[in-house]
């Protein structure tokens, strides 16, 4: 579930746009000052965002690669189980045709 958009960040595209206005006109227009001072703060507010994705995405990188090293370890017990049961199963089966043949090629008594 992604985090609710910090109204402030929202904002950010729309003062963008109007710093790039201002920054391209003659005269710096009304509230210079303000204008200023809420682009700092989404700066500041964008840095913050930023900085908290960078923390997430870490988290995760590190999750990830610990699913990677358990399905890795699962995989290689998973090999090594499939070996000893197909190994067994080959034992049981080798001492079955074995007692067959021995049964088959033993000598009867006559009673």
């Known amino acids: 579930m992604p985090a609710p958009v910090d109204p402030l960040l929202a904002q950010v595209p729309a003062l963008l746009d ?4 201002r920054c391209e006109a003659a005269e710096p227009g009304e ?6 001072l809420d682009g700092y703060a989404a700066a500041l507010q964008l840095e913050g965002a930023r900085r908290r ?24 017990l998973l090999a090594a189980w499939r070996s000893r049961v197909a190994s067994v199963a080959r034992m049981t089966t080798d001492a079955a045709e074995t007692a067959a043949s021995a049964h088959v090629t033993s000598p009867r008594r006559n009673a």
């Not at 109007?18 to 206005?21: I, M, V």
């Not at 960078?54 to 399905?71: H, I």
């Open 18 to 21: 109007e710093l790039r206005a």
């Open 31 to 36: 509230w210079p000052e303000e204008l200023l």
């Open 53 to 76: 994705l960078r923390t997430e995405a870490l988290e995760l990188s590190q999750q990830e690669l610990e699913l990677a090293a358990q399905e890795q370890q699962l995989r290689t």
